[in-house]
């Protein structure tokens, strides 16, 4: 069975500046892609960005970037300028590559809360 | 729009009256899901369905039933709802097929209350 790991239930950050959260993951499959979902007070689960493992080159979107270290398991999200707007629970989650559908599950960490201070 | 409609949004109910929460969606995907969400605890698995009459349990599947009669529906039944089952709920749904996943695509969640 896989498990996500988020360590840190809080972090706070100055409007502008980085933050950088972070997820670790343990699994024996090889094939398998992994996320980061934004909930802002509204409670809608947003995809912020997707990772493939079999991809080595990290994934972007605007402010947002991963840092995925396949060997090492880890899969941290770099949200760069922050603004107020990002404040917001993210959780990680992973899902193994399976044709099937028998195993399309999303497995999620238990989040972390960001807030972006003025 | 493509999205995933669930309602209600919010309900209060009483210790052992049965309920029903709708779910719909307008993708055609095959792959369709609940999830629980407590706080410390992230969202977790209830029941999952590949297909119309395909349902298997997640991992948190008591005091749950579902059903699957139609490709885009999916309702979450609580035949005797206690106040443990006090959560947000979240269905989601997904394409099955292909190298390409872009995640699930997540309803607006029902904020349940049992007293």
């Known amino acids: 069975a896989q498990t996500v790991t988020q360590s840190q239930p809080e972090m706070s950050v100055q409007e502008a500046e980085t933050v950088t959260l972070s997820c670790t993951y343990d699994?024996?499959?090889?094939?398998?892609?992994l996320f980061w979902y934004k909930q802002p007070p509204s409670r809608q689960m947003i995809l912020v960005i997707r990772?493939?493992?079999?991809?080595?080159q990290n994934a972007t979107e605007n402010r947002f970037s991963v840092n995925f270290q396949k060997a090492a398991k880890s899969f941290s999200l770099k949200i760069s300028d922050s603004q107020l707007g990002d404040t917001a629970m993210y959780f990680c989650?992973?899902?193994?590559?399976?044709?099937?559908?028998?195993?399309?599950?999303?497995?999620f960490g238990k989040g972390i809360t960001l807030s972006v201070r003025p | 729009e493509a999205q995933v409609t669930q309602n209600p949004r919010y309900l209060i109910t009483v210790t052992g009256k049965k309920l029903t929460v709708t779910c719909s969606q307008n993708?055609?995907?095959?792959?369709m899901s609940w999830y629980r969400q407590d706080p410390g605890l992230g969202l977790r698995q209830i029941y999952y369905?590949?297909?119309?009459?395909?349902?298997d349990k997640g991992d948190v599947p008591e005091g749950y039933k579902v059903s699957r009669k139609e490709k885009r529906n999916f309702p979450l039944i609580l035949e005797s709802p206690s106040p443990n089952q006090t959560s947000l709920y979240f269905c989601a749904s997904n394409h099955i097929g292909g190298r390409t996943i872009y995640g699930y695509t997540f309803g607006s969640g029902t904020r349940l209350t049992v007293v």
């Open positions: 699994t024996s499959e090889n094939n398998y892609y």
């Open positions: 369905s590949m297909n119309v009459e395909v349902t």
């Open positions: 993708m055609n995907h095959e792959y």
């Open positions: 989650a992973f899902m193994k590559e399976d044709y099937t559908g028998a195993n399309s599950k999303l497995t």
């Open positions: 990772q493939e493992a079999y991809k080595q």
